[in-house]
């Protein structure tokens, strides 16, 4: 099965995943370009095979029994990135602190929020990632990729429809493969030391040592999840090895094995923050596979 293909069998989750938490995909191809991806799509298709795709893992939960059928994570040759004037393209594969630094070598401003988030841009843009103010889609001005049926798309940022931590990717089953931004002409100097600036903040602020995958909530409207969290008293709280950081109660880190522990604690602490003040809060890690 999978003929031709960079294939592992039974690649277990928690060594491609930041939360380092899952059990095993049956089958991980790692696609070196689109053309790949799309083959493997129509594989799977023309055998009923669930398709599931992962960028860096850095938000996401995998379940422990892991996840059946096909697992696409973006292989070596989906890990490039260049520039032309102000735009960048870059490989769905590409980690989002490498397309920062080449905008930042270029003189490119609108990325500097990127610099220190743990994804690559195929998930940053499904998941309209955002930081310090900047969000993905500010700069995306297109994405290609292979669609459910095999075609292979582009779709504007109109067509994208972004919302806080939010696209039409999230619906549309859009495997992508390349994210094209427009940035504006800044000084390179300024754009390192806002970089710099950032990533200072998010380490004094965020739990970088140990397994998480990064805020676990969503912010709710006129709300702050993490402050949430702590009004009610659950900094520290912990199921097993799942625990809410004592440093930043919007983060839950892992420090176990076991992804059922980490699920739980989600769910506590999202039925007592809706017991206590109201607010529902509702999760930004995705979660895949199966328990
Ligand atoms: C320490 C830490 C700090 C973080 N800080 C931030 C932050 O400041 N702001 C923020 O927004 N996020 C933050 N995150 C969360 C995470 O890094 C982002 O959401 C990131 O964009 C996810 O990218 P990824 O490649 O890891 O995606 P994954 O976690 O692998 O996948 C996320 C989702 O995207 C889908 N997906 C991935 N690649 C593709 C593709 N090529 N085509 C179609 N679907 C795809 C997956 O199926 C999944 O549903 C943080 C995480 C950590 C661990």
């Known amino acids: 099965m999978f003929e031709g293909y960079q294939v592992l069998r039974n690649a277990p989750m928690r060594d491609y995943t930041t939360l380092k938490l899952g059990g095993p995909a049956d089958y991980m191809a790692l696609p070196a370009n689109g053309e790949e991806v799309a083959g493997l799509l129509k594989e799977a298709r023309e055998r009923d095979?669930?398709?599931?795709?992962?960028?860096?893992?850095?938000n996401v939960l995998v379940l422990d029994g892991g996840i059946r059928?096909?697992?696409?994570?973006?292989?070596?040759?989906?890990?490039?990135?260049?520039?032309?004037?102000?735009?960048?393209?870059a490989r769905a594969g590409t980690?989002?602190?490498?397309?920062?630094?080449?905008?930042?070598?270029?003189g490119l401003?609108?990325?500097?929020?990127?610099?220190?988030?743990?994804?690559?841009?195929?998930?940053?843009?499904?998941?309209?990632?955002?930081?310090?103010g900047g969000e993905m889609s500010q700069t995306v001005t297109e994405v290609s990729g292979v669609m459910p049926d095999g075609r292979m798309a582009t779709l504007s940022r109109e067509e994208l429809a972004f919302g806080y931590r939010k696209s039409a990717l999230q619906?549309?089953?859009?495997?992508?493969?390349g994210v094209t931004f427009e940035l504006a002409e800044g000084d390179p100097e300024t754009i390192r030391e806002t970089m710099g600036e950032m990533?200072?903040?998010?380490?004094?602020?965020?739990?970088?040592?140990?397994?998480?995958?990064?805020?676990?909530?969503?912010?709710?409207?006129?709300?702050?999840a993490a402050a949430l969290i702590d009004q009610c008293g659950l900094k520290g709280y912990a199921v097993?090895?799942?625990?809410?950081s004592p440093k930043h109660a919007g983060f839950l880190i892992n420090t176990g094995e076991s992804a059922a522990d980490f699920l739980e604690l989600m769910?506590?602490?999202?039925?007592?923050?809706?017991?206590?003040?109201?607010?529902?809060?509702?999760?930004?890690?995705?979660?895949?596979?199966?328990?």
Do not use: C
């Open 267 to 291: 769910n506590t602490v999202q039925r007592i923050v809706e017991e206590r003040t109201g607010i529902r809060l509702e999760p930004e890690i995705r979660i895949l596979g199966e328990a």
């Open 69 to 89: 059928g096909l697992l696409i994570r973006m292989g070596r040759g989906m890990n490039r990135a260049e520039a032309q004037g102000r735009r960048i393209f």
């Open 109 to 132: 401003t609108g990325l500097e929020f990127a610099s220190g988030i743990p994804g690559t841009v195929g998930g940053g843009v499904l998941m309209n990632a955002g930081a310090y």
């Open 49 to 58: 095979i669930p398709v599931t795709v992962l960028g860096h893992g850095s």
């Open 171 to 177: 619906e549309n089953g859009m495997i992508v493969t």
């Open 199 to 224: 990533n200072r903040r998010r380490a004094e602020s965020q739990p970088l040592d140990v397994p998480s995958a990064g805020s676990a909530f969503k912010r709710p409207e006129g709300a702050y």
């Open 95 to 106: 980690m989002m602190g490498t397309v920062a630094a080449l905008a930042a070598e270029k």
């Open 240 to 244: 097993g090895g799942a625990r809410v």
